[in-house]
């Protein structure tokens, strides 16, 4: 159990659906992170949240549609994807973004546009 | 700005050998340095970590020492097991300036029996 958890493990979606990638940590973080990972390339850092607040939004499609509701949950909205966005989605959170602690990382979303 | 550099992979090893896999780093100020590990289907996990020059962060066998004359921060473990086979990312957190993590690349380690 590593105290983040992403739901759903897998998903797979056509390019018109709409869906939404969920993230829950209950280690008293108060930064949260969306990752994507594709096969052959580098982490890509999509979103960064501290306190509740968006600092960080690396040049990502408006596609993708983060949400903060509060400091334990984080959401990613999917909305008319496209194949290339099938990748491991990871969730990560942190106490402070700098990352002076590393950051705790969940399991997962394995998603698959088609 | 800050980086990290790893070495190429994939590394393939024999049960039981020697592992050495480097990172070097750029980074202003002092950063704190990670090593993350990435078993098949699932997420990084933190695997040792070190704060200040000098610093030899261990676990599981490996290790790792914070070398700031030459910028690095190389993993080993001196004797593999299969189940070592992940992908592995060196990573830095630059503590005097308003950045997330930085990671590397990654180094995919193969054990073969």
């Known amino acids: 159990e590593t105290g983040v958890t992403q739901t759903p493990r897998h998903l797979v979606m056509g390019m018109t659906n709409k869906k939404s990638l969920k993230c829950e940590q209950h280690l008293g973080h108060n930064a949260m992170y969306w990752y994507k990972q594709s096969a052959k390339k580098p982490l890509e850092l999509m979103f960064v949240y501290s306190l509740e607040e968006r600092v960080e939004n690396n040049s990502v499609p408006s596609r993708f549609s983060p949400e903060c509701p509060n400091s334990s949950h984080l959401f990613l909205h999917l909305h008319t994807l496209q194949p290339e966005d099938s990748a491991l989605y990871l969730c990560?959170?942190?106490?402070?973004?700098?990352?002076?602690?590393?950051?705790?990382f969940g399991s997962g979303t394995r998603l698959t546009v088609v | 700005g800050n980086s990290v550099t790893q070495m190429e992979g994939p590394v393939t090893l024999s049960e039981e050998a020697f592992l050495t896999i480097n990172c070097t780093y750029t980074a202003t100020g002092y950063p704190s340095l990670f090593w993350y590990v990435q078993y098949p289907g699932e997420g990084l996990q933190l695997l040792l970590k070190?704060?200040?020059?000098?610093d030899k962060g261990s676990n599981k066998g490996f290790e790792a020492t914070y070398r700031k004359e030459t910028t690095s921060f190389h993993l080993e473990k001196g004797s593999v097991q299969v189940s070592d086979s992940a992908v592995y990312f060196c990573?830095?957190?630059?503590?005097?300036?308003?950045?997330?993590?930085?990671f590397g690349k990654g180094t995919r380690l193969s054990v073969i029996a």
């Open positions: 990573a830095l957190s630059d503590r005097s300036g308003n950045t997330p993590l930085v």
């Open positions: 070190a704060t200040k020059a000098d």
């Open positions: 990560a959170s942190s106490q402070g973004w700098q990352g002076d602690y590393g950051y705790t």
